[in-house]
């Protein structure tokens, strides 16, 4: 099994975090989108630093909101990304949380809430951008330039994600911590595989549950305000947590399973390193 880190957390250790992750083994280190004060606001542009700064493990966002912005911008920032370190970066996106219309007309420069396209809409417009693979009569059709982006994850909870990213052939996470208690994960990751189409980025589905963890330290109560703050999926002492993880890779029929450690705020560091250790990581060269 392969682990994951995915980080909430705040900007400043990002460095230290994603450099300890590398240093542990864990197979990618992704960023999600959250506006708060403390939080990463962009995680293309942070993480394109820091796979300019990493050894071996790929950097990406876990994820874009998409709701937010326009496909068309972030699939050249994410080009660029590509071209400028091939093979480094994913880019995961997801729909991002509902917002007031006055706060999502702030944030999309004015426009109008009610004027905005569906997210399905939008992520074929990214999906089409990222690969050239754009429908007959689409104007930007034979175009766009032909250097693909990097491969395009989508992150979700529910079926209609989960058949929209098996049709179009990117990669699927299913994010446990956001999903409702009595939502079945593995049938829908079936649903995944069962509408999956092969694609020149995804030759076979590739399927990730991401799962929050609180272990040690991380045990003690977050402000319910906190941004970012999810409830941990698993929770105990690490060498407990490991075990659970290879028992949810089971459940789900996964290869690899993307952990969130700073769901409470707390430092990591330790805990990052001992999780790797008790689930097995090859460690990689110190890449400082």
Known sequence: MDLSILDFG?????????????????????????????????????????????DGI??????????????????????????????????GVTRGLTLAPELREAMLDGRPADTLRSHSEKLADLHGFLTG????????????????????????????????????????CFSLHHAPAERDGPAILGEYRQAFVPSPEFPEPAAIVMVSMASGTALGEAPAHAPGVVKPVIEGPVAECAAKLAEIARRFAVDEVMVLLRSYGEWPFETCRALAEQAGLTPRADPR
């Not at 994603?18 to 542990?24: I, K, L, N, V, Y």
């Not at 909101?65 to 994913?90: K, N, Q, T, W």
């Not at 930007?140 to 491969?151: D, I, N, R, S, V």
Request: proline share 8%; aromatic share 10%.
């Open 10 to 54: 705040n900007i400043g250790d990002a460095v230290d975090l994603m450099t300890e992750a590398d240093r542990s083994g864990y197979r990618r280190y992704w960023l999600g989108e959250h506006h708060s004060e403390w939080q990463c606001g962009n995680p293309l542009l942070l993480g394109a630093l820091l796979a300019a700064t990493s």
């Open 58 to 91: 790929r950097v990406g966002s876990g994820g874009v909101c998409l709701d937010y912005h326009s496909p068309y911008r972030v699939a050249e920032d994410a080009r660029l990304i590509e071209f400028m370190l091939p093979g480094r970066f994913d880019l």
């Open 133 to 172: 693979r754009l429908p007959a009569g689409h104007p930007l059709a034979q175009k766009l330039p032909l250097e693909p982006g990097p491969p395009m994850w989508v992150l979700g909870t529910g079926e209609e994600a989960a058949r929209w990213a098996g049709r179009h052939g990117t990669g699927f």
